[in-house]
């Protein structure tokens, strides 16, 4: 690794960052390119899917400043694209400019697009892989974890009181939090692909898991999924709207009645059929069909036996914790924020989260952390392949 080398990767990073969440469903990416001895001669990133990728945008904007890139160094926090998709490959374009070295942050977890660096090497060019590839993972966790495990981020979100209640004994659940941490809520939901909740919250809280006071991001629909095995919501539910740019999508059993499903359609609802597990519908199942429709994020909001179904099936990757400085002295029926089918008998086997941190917003408090470690491979540095 060059002594410039870090400082250079950092500001593609930056540049990458700018166009978040805009470019889904491709991941976003920011490049530089310098002079070999680290004078900037021009930078860009990919700005939404359809336009020109970040090494494209950085080569036109090194053009326009007048500066030749022969011989020079790019930066760029994704291996270059290899195929040609709605564009052209990039690794074909940086040969054409006479790049001379390229240092990529992280492989591409697209096995179609993977093998720029391949031909860039076959093509005489340096390639060094690995410099800050941790936060290049990071910048993307939905993008990889769709390809690096075939299904969706998955992100279980939860709002309790202080001892622990997510409503009180009867049953009441309006609010646990305040305004400010309800707003942020929604602009979760709208940097996710899919918004998921049992029929129980859906039924109990007239739940619409639609993102409000705050506009969607260009891409692919917001998915609003509940899943509902014996297709017991009703036609007339707050659920299925229609809002704005979303798609309101049922999913039950494959012997959920017939019926019941020609009814839902009928009123705009998307009904997906998934086989029937031990307790519902099967969540492993149901991962391959939201990874057939290019879902890459979900965000999960329980209830309890849902958000236990998760845990159970190790389908968590973040939790989003909401704790509210109240006491509501909930029984047991109301006490946690999910429910095993089969409880832990030790406290040893809990499951730790990492790379946790704690905010406040607006009174209440948000506690995120990590159960997978797929997106921390540990700091490489920059080497060689």
Known sequence: MKPLDEKWMHRALELAARAIPDTRPNPAVGAVITTADGELLGEGYHRKAGMPHAEI???????????????????????????????????????????????????????????????????????????????????????????????????????????????????????????????????????????????GTVLNDQARLNARGVALPAGPPLCRLVLDSQLRLPTDAPFIGPYGDSRAIVVCAEDADQGRQAALEAVGVEVWQVKRGPSGVSLPDLMIRLYEQGVQSLYVEGGRTVAGRFAEHSLTDRIEAWIAPKLAGGGAAHLGPMVRSEPLQLMSEASQLHHSRLRELGGDFLLEGWLTEHLFPGGRGCETL
């Open 57 to 199: 945008e950085a080569l036109n904007d090194a053009r326009a400043r007048g500066n030749s890139t022969h011989g020079a160094t790019m930066y760029v926090t994704l291996e270059p694209c290899n195929h040609t998709g709605r564009t052209g490959p990039c690794s074909e374009a940086i040969l054409k400019e006479g790049i001379a070295r390229v240092c990529v942050a992280m492989r591409d977890p697209n096995g179609a697009a993977r093998g720029g660096i391949e031909r860039l090497r076959d093509a005489g060019v340096e390639v060094d892989f690995g410099l800050l590839e941790s936060a290049a993972l990071l910048l993307n966790p939905g993008f990889n974890t769709y390809h690096l495990l075939k299904r969706p981020l998955i992100t279980l979100k939860w709002a309790m009181t202080l001892d622990g209640c997510t409503a009180v004994p009867g049953g009441d659940s309006k609010w646990i939090t305040g305004e400010a941490a309800r707003a942020e809520v929604h602009r979760h939901r709208a940097a996710h692909d899919a918004v998921l909740a049992g029929i």
